[in-house]
Structure formats: C-alpha cells, structure tokens
C-alpha cells in the first residue's frame, strides 16, 4: 500500500462477529441482522500514524487520518471541506453553575450546516470505490440535503424520502442539489420503511443510518479531530443529542482505535445521550438496565432531528453509555426552544433544536451533581440554528 492508503481489512459484525469483504456491498449482518463496523491493520497502521506525522499533515477534512478511514483510493475520497471543526470555549454559559471548562465542538461549520456532512460525505465515497451511482435514504431532513450535496459532486443520483413536516427550506435544498425527493406521511421511522422496499426493488444502495457500515466511519472522525484538538487527552465529559446515534458510537469506534494506535490512554470521556422527552428511547433502556431500546410510540418533539422512535445500533449506543460511566437524560421541548435563544444571547452562535438539547441537558446534569465544576465538558452542536429557520 502507498502512503495515502486505507488499511481497511474487512467488515466485522459488532454482534456476532461475523467477518464480510469490504469490497462488496454490505448493508446489515446477514446472521443476526445487526450493525457491521470497518476494522483495518492497527499494526501496519502504527507505521505512518504518529502524533509527529499527524502533525505535520497539511489535510484538514475528514480524511487526515487515511489510514483508518474505509476509501482506499484516493480518487475516490470525494470533499467538499467537511471536518475540522472548531472547539470554542464558552466565556459565558456555565458562570452561573461555576463551571470553568465548558466547550462547544461547532458541527454547524460543515459544508451542509450540520454534522451530516461527515457521515455521507464517508458512504458516498465508499460507495463511489464500490461502483454505486444510485443512493437512498430516509432522513429527517439534513442527512438527505447532505446525501444530495455529495451525490451532485459526485455525478450520481439520490433518491431521498423525509416525513412531510420536513422544514421546507430542507426540502428546498434537497430538490435544487437535484436529488428525487419523496415525502412521505409520518415520521422517520416510515419514511425508513418505504426508502427500503424502494431501494430493494431498484438496486439502490441505503445510507439509512447505521444499516451499512460507513456512514459511522464519517461520524467517528468527531473523535479523531477532538483527540488531537485537545492534544491527546480527551475531555471528561462529552454531551451528545441522539436519534440514531451514529455519533457517539461512532467516537466510542475511534477512542478504541485510537488508544490501540498508541495516541492516547485508556481513559475515556462519560458518554452523555440526550434526547426529547416525546422521544426517548434510549433514556429509557438505560434508566431500566436494558441492552436494547424498545421502539417509542407516538413520537413527538420538534427537535426532528432526534425525534427517531427506533435505532439499530441501539446496543452500541447504551454500550458507549455504560461502559464509559456516562448517562442518558431527555429534555423537554420547551427547555429546547429556551435554550436556543439563552445561547444565542449569551454566546453569540445560533444552534439548531438538537443541539440546544444539549445545552438544556448540561444544566440539568450540573443541577442534579452529574456534572461537577472541575469537570472538562464538550457540547456536540451538531448543527447551525441557520439551518432550521422555521424553528426560531
């Protein structure tokens, strides 16, 4: 392999660990129907992977850290500047609760406005490498106006199916990024049902999240960049709005690859989940020690990003939670609505409602003593307030 190579070796199911060829199309375990995660040669990769040479990398995109990315072409590793996100301190949000280190990974700089930008822009080049020209995607928005943005660059098509109350400026971007846009009456989880059987019947390949393995690989580079922006030592809490959840375990991913590769140690961050209080899923099986998340029924919230009644990988998500002493909190809608317009006023910067999830969930957490003074916490804004016009 050349210096601008992936080490990519195979797929693994993160189950029942049954290995696939990561050179054929892959979607879900086809023992046990769950989630299949990219593993690569740590050992080779040890060679050209160093702090030092990271270092010295001019690549600020979600391939600086090729070698255990899954494209293993270069030409195939489309970009349109995603990743590199800035850490920003926050001068004033926390004063009240004494808390000293209180940091915002800005995701709401990416191309499309939001963190989706990492995990299409990975599928969308694995798929490119895989002879794919047709995609397919139900969303709730935002991962199907990143979905479009990356097939136009690309010169391949996207057929993307979202609930009807879709934000119409959403909708707006999908269709002129010339992508076939379906609405499609109820939530996420329908719109997920019809992208499938249409994506079936016409050989498209899913994006849908989680349900093939490389959009995770797209999210985890959240991790990579916060390692080395907080040289080396992970923050002590990382707080994390969830739908489906491709984000935090998709950093859990990457904290193990990293500690393998020698770039940091084996303590880890207590992983926070946030979601709606009309959606919680994952709140609820970790509050009743379970491992996986029942559906939620009738969903609701306004915050549609994370307003997702069911995850596939939601034995990944609890996972990240429980082995790192993390916890899982839901916030009401009226709590979202206030946070966005508090931060806005006391920091300057416009969030979209999942990201101000957040923000409400860490003073939650600094009320109840989950959260302590001394403590290194990093909100994911996982997108720009711009992006969700109708919502302020």
């Known amino acids: 392999m050349d210096n601008s190579s992936s080490y990519i070796e195979n797929l693994i199911c993160t189950n029942c660990g049954k290995e696939f060829d990561a050179n054929e199309r892959n979607g879900l375990c086809t023992s046990c129907g769950k989630v299949l995660y990219p593993k690569y040669n740590l050992e080779k990769t040890k060679e050209t992977l160093s702090k030092q040479n990271i270092q010295n990398r001019k690549v600020y995109n979600i391939w600086r850290l090729h070698e255990i990315m899954p494209v293993k072409e270069q030409k195939f590793r489309i970009t349109l500047g995603e990743g590199w996100t800035p850490i920003v301190k926050l001068n ?29 822009c990975a599928a969308v080049s694995k798929g490119l490498e895989l002879g794919v020209e047709d995609f397919v995607i139900p969303s709730a928005g935002n991962a199907g106006a990143a979905l479009s943005a990356y097939t136009a660059h690309a010169g391949v098509k996207a057929h993307v199916y979202v609930p009807k109350d879709t934000p119409e400026l959403i909708q707006k971007e999908i269709k002129h990024m010339g992508a076939e846009l379906t609405l499609i009456e109820g939530l996420i989880s329908d719109a997920g049902r019809v992208a499938k059987e249409e994506g079936i019947k016409n050989n498209w390949f899913s994006v849908s999240t989680l349900k093939e393995p490389y959009r995770v690989e797209g999210k985890k580079t959240m991790g990579l960049e916060l390692a080395e922006q907080f040289n080396w030592i992970l923050p002590d809490i990382i707080i994390y709005p969830t739908g489906g959840g491709t984000g935090i375990v998709g950093m859990w991913k990457a904290f193990e690859e990293m500690e393998t590769l020698g770039l940091i140690g084996s303590e880890r ?60 909190v839901a916030v009401d809608d009226s709590e979202i609505k206030e946070s966005m317009y508090s931060f806005a006023k006391t920091e300057g910067i416009m969030v979209c409602p999942e990201a101000a999830a957040t923000v409400a969930a860490t003073v939650k957490l600094t009320n109840e003593g989950f959260i302590d003074s001394n403590d290194s916490v990093v909100l994911f804004i996982t997108g720009s307030g711009l992006t969700t016009p109708n919502d302020w």
């Not at 700089?109 to 299409?120: H, Y």
């Not at 989940?273 to 996986?292: H, L, T």
């Open 92 to 120: 004033n949000f926390g004063k009240d609760f004494k808390l000293n280190q209180v940091y915002l990974k800005d995701e709401g700089q990416n191309p499309t406005g939001t963190f989706k930008s990492r995990g299409l």
């Open 269 to 328: 961050p207590k992983m926070v989940s946030v979601q709606p209080s009309g959606c919680q899923p994952i709140v609820r099986a970790f509050k009743n020690g379970e491992k996986y998340a029942t559906p939620w029924d009738n969903a609701h919230s306004f915050a549609s990003g994370i307003r997702v009644p069911g995850a596939i990988g939601d034995y990944l998500i609890l996972n990240a939670i429980r082995e790192s002493s993390g916890t899982a």
